[in-house]
């Protein structure tokens, strides 16, 4: 990757919605070099898809935590069946595996405390493989949706 890529990510980053002769604009290119260096980024893999980023809180999600579970046991199948079935749930926005204990973090979302205790009871706390799980309440988001660094 080069400078031209770099930029074409970070432009992307900030709208991903420009159409490619925006795009050719803002990364100084004319528009077939700057489509053709667009689509091997997404051929490689580098840019994995598109999305709108949405006001949770306007959508009646007013409830988030994080929620660390560490699981009875790490095998590979208890951690194939755990990552299978978290993922399932849509409530789950983000799990991310982690070293030591806590084995896992997940950023939940609900409408409100009363549809998370019965996400918890019903769902979360039946998850395959699960020991514990310990729950930290989100007071404020204060870094959200940041783009990459321009560079590693």
Known sequence: MDAIDWKILAELQQDGRLSITELAER????????????????ADGVI????ADVDLQLLGFGFET?????????????IEAFEVAVAEV??????????????YLL????????????LYD???????GVLRLETTLVM??????????LRP
């Open 140 to 149: 404020k988001n204060v870094v959200s949706g940041r783009s990459m660094p």
């Open 122 to 128: 019903e769902t979360l706390s039946n998850l395959p």
């Open 27 to 42: 990364v100084n290119l004319s528009t077939s070099p700057a489509h053709r260096r667009l689509r091997t980024l997404e």
């Open 66 to 78: 994080l929620l660390f579970a560490t699981m009875r046991v790490t095998d590979k199948a208890t």
């Open 90 to 103: 849509p409530a789950v926005l983000q799990a991310q595996r982690l070293f030591g204990d806590p084995d």
């Open 107 to 118: 950023r939940v979302v609900c409408r409100d405390l009363t549809a998370f205790q019965e």
């Open 48 to 51: 994995s898809g598109y999305h």
